[in-house]
């Protein structure tokens, strides 16, 4: 490790950071920013203000350096604004790297202000980008950080392709986990050799052929395993599942591209993972019920098998913030050298 990096963090208006209601790129900005603060980065984080004189609770952003920005516009100008206005305290700061978070034109708001520019991002098609000029503008605004960060691999190769801009310009730094949450001890199985097996469904369930694949599948692996029951889990309805998904032996997961990160949580937990190629439990590997089933079976006929697969938080680890934070430490050294 080289001297410590001087990082500031800075996100969307939408959302203040550390607060409950915040989403997934607010989070995101906090748990790395703490893995970097903890690895001896000197880290500052720029946030949209509450409207509110509500304090900020208890939690991970409170061990953060933290400037909170009143923002008055709406979005999409409201990141621009919180942008501008966040160059008077950044040209003080004077980071080494202005890490940005799914605000798309914040490299151009903050031309002239010291420090690499990257950004992060976990979707590619903006608001408006589908008029020509319109995605015209937003091309050159990406041109304008030093680095693009998608947080997989999909959204690397789509995103290439949709803004028309070499892959060399992309590199994939995940959306972290924290696996603490869902890690199993070290012997990987926890079922005993007589007891259920629980599979499970990770996601919505609304197409009935999806649905009939899936009950086939079912039938066919309770031939050979009559102990075995179905659970669902869908994720999409607003309630936290994942209490639900800890007691999951195995878990078929349709759509491998969008539910990356959720593999890496189930596999941190224990859990075998079984995924589609393309989106679609009737496209892909396994693409219907007897494809799904043979894959189960395989997985529920060798315990030891379903232990030795279940035993993969080693899988996982390159997900934890502590890994992501190493990644994005050697993205920055490389620009800054």
């Given at each position: 490790?080289?001297?410590?990096?001087?990082?500031?963090?800075?996100?969307?208006?939408?959302?203040?950071?550390?607060?409950?209601?915040?989403?997934?790129?607010?989070?995101?900005?906090?748990?790395?920013?703490?893995?970097?603060?903890?690895?001896?980065?000197?880290?500052?984080?720029?946030?949209?203000?509450?409207?509110?004189?509500?304090?900020?609770?208890?939690?991970?952003?409170?061990?953060?350096?933290?400037?909170?920005?009143?923002?008055?516009?709406?979005?999409?100008?409201?990141?621009?604004?919180?942008?501008?206005?966040?160059?008077?305290?950044?040209?003080?700061?004077?980071?080494?790297?202005?890490?940005?978070?799914?605000?798309?034109?914040?490299?151009?708001?903050?031309?002239?202000?010291?420090?690499?520019?990257?950004?992060?991002?976990?979707?590619?098609?903006?608001?408006?980008?589908?008029?020509?000029?319109?995605?015209?503008?937003?091309?050159?605004?990406?041109?304008?950080?030093?680095?693009?960060?998608?947080?997989?691999?999909?959204?690397?190769?789509?995103?290439?392709?949709?803004?028309?801009?070499?892959?060399?310009?992309?590199?994939?730094?995940?959306?972290?986990?924290?696996?603490?949450?869902?890690?199993?001890?070290?012997?990987?199985?926890?079922?005993?050799p007589d007891g259920q097996l629980v599979i499970g469904y990770l996601g919505p369930l609304d197409d009935q052929a999806e649905a009939e694949i899936l009950r086939g599948a079912l039938q066919l692996v309770k031939t050979m395993h009559p102990q075995?029951?179905?659970?669902?889990?869908?994720?999409?309805?607003?309630?936290?599942?994942?209490?639900?998904?800890?007691?999951?032996?195995?878990?078929?997961?349709?759509?491998?591209?969008?539910?990356?990160?959720?593999?890496?949580?189930?596999?941190?937990?224990?859990?075998?993972?079984?995924?589609?190629?393309?989106?679609?439990?009737?496209?892909?590997?396994?693409?219907?019920?007897?494809?799904?089933?043979?894959?189960?079976?395989?997985?529920?006929?060798?315990?030891?098998?379903?232990?030795?697969?279940?035993?993969?938080?080693?899988?996982?680890?390159?997900?934890?913030?502590?890994?992501?934070?190493?990644?994005?430490?050697?993205?920055?050294?490389?620009?800054?050298?």
């Amino acid at each position: 490790m080289g001297r410590p990096v001087r990082i500031a963090h800075i996100g969307p208006a939408a959302l203040p950071v550390g607060y409950a209601f915040g989403a997934a790129v607010e989070r995101r900005m906090i748990d790395l920013a703490v893995a970097q603060q903890e690895r001896g980065d000197d880290v500052l984080v720029i946030s949209a203000a509450l409207r509110t004189a509500e304090p900020r609770p208890p939690g991970p952003a409170r061990e953060l350096r933290v400037i909170d920005i009143a923002c008055r516009l709406e979005q999409p100008l409201g990141d621009m604004e919180l942008a501008l206005r966040a160059r008077a305290p950044l040209f003080v700061f004077d980071a080494d790297v202005i890490h940005v978070h799914n605000s798309f034109t914040a490299a151009v708001c903050l031309a002239g202000v010291g420090g690499a520019k990257v950004l992060s991002f976990d979707h590619f098609m903006f608001r408006g980008s589908e008029r020509p000029l319109v995605k015209a503008v937003y091309r050159r605004a990406l041109r304008s950080f030093d680095l693009l960060m998608p947080t997989s691999e999909f959204s690397a190769r789509a995103a290439a392709e949709y803004w028309s801009m070499p892959l060399t310009h992309y590199r994939v730094l995940h959306s972290g986990v924290n696996v603490e949450r869902f890690y199993c001890d070290d012997t990987g199985g926890r079922r005993t050799p007589d007891g259920q097996l629980v599979i499970g469904y990770l996601g919505p369930l609304d197409d009935q052929a999806e649905a009939e694949i899936l009950r086939g599948a079912l039938q066919l692996v309770k031939t050979m395993h009559p102990q075995a029951t179905l659970v669902v889990a869908d994720p999409t309805v607003g309630v936290d599942v994942w209490d639900m998904v800890r007691s999951f032996d195995v878990c078929v997961i349709a759509n491998r591209q969008e539910r990356e990160i959720a593999a890496a949580q189930l596999l941190s937990a224990g859990t075998s993972v079984v995924c589609c190629d393309r989106g679609s439990l009737r496209g892909g590997s396994p693409g219907d019920a007897a494809a799904l089933a043979e894959e189960l079976i395989a997985l529920c006929d060798e315990r030891s098998c379903l232990a030795r697969v279940a035993a993969a938080p080693a899988e996982a680890r390159p997900f934890t913030w502590d890994a992501v934070a190493e990644q994005a430490d050697g993205f920055y050294r490389e620009l800054l050298s």
